[in-house]
């Protein structure tokens, strides 16, 4: 279109060239310049509104990526806090079990050893109960003499246990 407009410009400023119309000329070019300048200026605009859309529409995509990435990266840390969060809980959870099963394998131990304290009691004081008995039964059989030495050996044997409770 334009070589269209700038041929026909031409062949009037020729023609008013020919007839020697130097001033119909020189307004025609002017007015063909006028109008290049002008198809130019618009074309230049229509360029630059081009490229500013295409800035525009550029910049919001940058921006949405952007914004999505901050977002995503909060995510991350979010689950980042809550992974801690569980594991720190799993570990309290597990301490505390096993506090607790120690804490009851103790008491159980400690009552057996007091139960074997008791049973050890027991059979101690049965067993002198048991030898003063036999020991008194054969007193009781015996002669004045050997009487007099199993009395003595029971004094003995008492004088032990008093020493030892």
């Keep these: 279109m334009t070589s269209w407009t700038s041929r ?40 630059s509104v081009e490229i500013m859309q295409r800035f525009s529409q550029d910049t919001l995509l940058l921006h949405y990526r952007i914004a999505i990435e901050h977002k995503n990266v909060e995510i991350q840390q979010a689950r980042g806090f809550i992974y801690l969060i569980v594991g720190i809980l799993l570990v309290l959870i597990l301490s505390t079990a096993l506090f607790v099963v120690r804490s009851r394998r103790e008491q159980e131990a400690a009552k057996l050893n007091i139960m074997n304290l008791k049973l050890n009691n027991a059979r101690n004081r049965i067993s002198p109960h048991f030898v003063f008995n036999v020991l008194n039964n054969k007193i009781v059989k015996s002669d004045n003499k050997e009487a007099n030495e199993l009395l003595e050996l029971t004094k003995l044997i008492r004088a032990n246990l008093d020493m030892s409770l």
């Design 8 to 47: 026909s410009s031409r062949f009037v400023i020729s023609i008013y060239e020919a007839k020697g119309d130097y001033r119909q000329a020189y307004q025609n070019m002017k007015a063909d310049d006028l109008m290049q300048d002008s198809l130019t200026h618009k074309r230049t605009h229509m360029r």
